[in-house]
Every structure is written in structure tokens, then in C-alpha cells.
């Protein structure tokens, strides 16, 4: 899975913000596009959206789309995922991910991270 970590998870109230980093290996991060997944208790892995190398989100959860934005730091090899407007339903364990393209699946990835826990209380 190669080497990805996040942080930046936690417990926030409803209508909050969260803001996730992950931070990756020079050669994964340079190498590829960098995305998001999630998997809420009790239900199957959600793709979030993909960051493009020129920084363009293509989302692929129509819930997040307003209110998730992500961003790379290349200086950093880091991906942040700013989270506002959080809802209760965005309670999951997020992952970060790397691929080629952020064409294909949206939960099609070769390297991803161990997780984060995202905690929205309402």
C-alpha cells in the first residue's frame, strides 16, 4: 500500500470544520493523482473526490461537492481535504489514496493510508 499516513481527524459538532492532511512518499505523491474514500459503520467504502496534479477536484459523492475541497502541497508531498458544513452523515473513516488518473473508479487506488476517524456529532 505503499506509504501514506493521515491526521487531522476528530470529534466536531454539526456545521463544523475539519480540515485532513495525508502525507506521502516523494515518489507516490509525484507520481500520482491523490484522492479521498470513506467508509461509514456498517456500510461499504464511498469514493469522495479526486485531486488532480493541476489541483482540480472531481468529486464523486454529490454530497460533498460545496462543501469538501482538497489541495496538494507539493512542496510537502501532502494532500489536505478541507471538510465545512459537516454533517452527521459525514461520519466515517477517511482515507486518502493515490492513482495515476483520477479517471476510472472511484474507488480504484494503488497506494492508500491506514485512516482517519471523522466523528460528526449532531
Known amino acids: 500500500q505503499g506509504h501514506m499516513v493521515e491526521s487531522g481527524g476528530g470529534l466536531v459538532q454539526a456545521g463544523g470544520s475539519l480540515r485532513l492532511s495525508c502525507a506521502a512518499s516523494?515518489?507516490?505523491?509525484?507520481?500520482?493523482?491523490m484522492g479521498w474514500y470513506r467508509q461509514a459503520p456498517g456500510k461499504e467504502r464511498e469514493g469522495v473526490l479526486c485531486?488532480?496534479?493541476?489541483?482540480?477536484?472531481?468529486f464523486y459523492a454529490g454530497s460533498v461537492k460545496g462543501r469538501f475541497t482538497a489541495s496538494r502541497d507539493n512542496a510537502k508531498n501532502t494532500v489536505y481535504l478541507q471538510m465545512n458544513s459537516l454533517k452527521s452523515e459525514d461520519t466515517a473513516v477517511y482515507y486518502c489514496?493515490?492513482?495515476?488518473?483520477?479517471?476510472?473508479?472511484?474507488?480504484?487506488?494503488?497506494?492508500w493510508g491506514q485512516g482517519t476517524q471523522v466523528t460528526v456529532s449532531s
Open positions: 489514496a493515490a492513482k495515476r488518473a483520477c479517471s476510472g473508479g472511484a474507488l480504484t487506488y494503488d497506494y
Open positions: 516523494g515518489s507516490i505523491f509525484s507520481d500520482n493523482v
Open positions: 485531486s488532480s496534479f493541476s489541483g482540480l477536484n472531481i
